[in-house]
């Protein structure tokens, strides 16, 4: 039966002509244009994040060694990021410590949403804590010295969360 089935089929497959003329063509231009070709296959890199923070003084590291609490991978690169941009914007602010506070609460609220209400014990009175040592507790206009301050300490926070 096997014999059968098999002399029922064609022993020779023919093939259309028009699309031996398209394949021969093909081919041709395929290795006449190669290199061009080449070029514009993109590489396939696998998305990493790479946050460059120097490694801050043992001073500041005690004082940001809170956001030990944080576990979620994608919560400490997303606070890595926001920390080191605030620490980055924050010298350049003429502000009040209240505006300072504001705009870091608000810009949290905004960018993480409630996704980290009460997501890490501790962590919220920490940074509190972190940014009243910084530029103190009384409204008034921030000086230098503490802009940098608030600067150094929450760039060592994006450190200490992203290592």
């Not at 244009?33 to 514009?40: A, C, G, K, S, T």
């Not at 609460?105 to 997501?119: I, Q």
Request: negative net charge; glycine residues 4%; proline residues 3%.
């Amino acid at each position: 039966m096997i014999k059968i089935l098999f002399q029922k089929l064609p022993r020779d497959i023919k093939m259309n002509p028009n699309l031996r003329i398209f394949l021969g063509l093909s081919l041709v231009f395929v290795g006449f244009f190669w290199n061009d070709i080449q070029e514009r296959i993109p590489d396939f890199v696998p998305n990493t994040v790479t946050i460059d923070i120097e490694e801050p003084s043992e001073d500041i590291k005690s004082k940001t060694s809170f956001s030990s609490v944080i576990t979620d991978k994608k919560d400490k690169i997303k606070l890595a990021c926001f920390n080191k941009v605030f620490s980055d914007r924050c010298i350049n602010y003429e502000a009040t410590n209240q505006d300072i506070n504001d705009v870091y609460t608000l810009s949290a609220k905004e960018f993480f949403g409630d996704s980290l209400n009460g997501k890490y014990d501790g962590y919220g009175d920490n940074l509190v804590k972190v940014m009243k040592d910084c530029i103190g507790e009384e409204v008034h206009q921030l000086s230098e010295e503490e802009k940098k301050s608030l600067s150094q300490t929450f760039l060592g926070l994006a450190w200490q969360t992203s290592n």
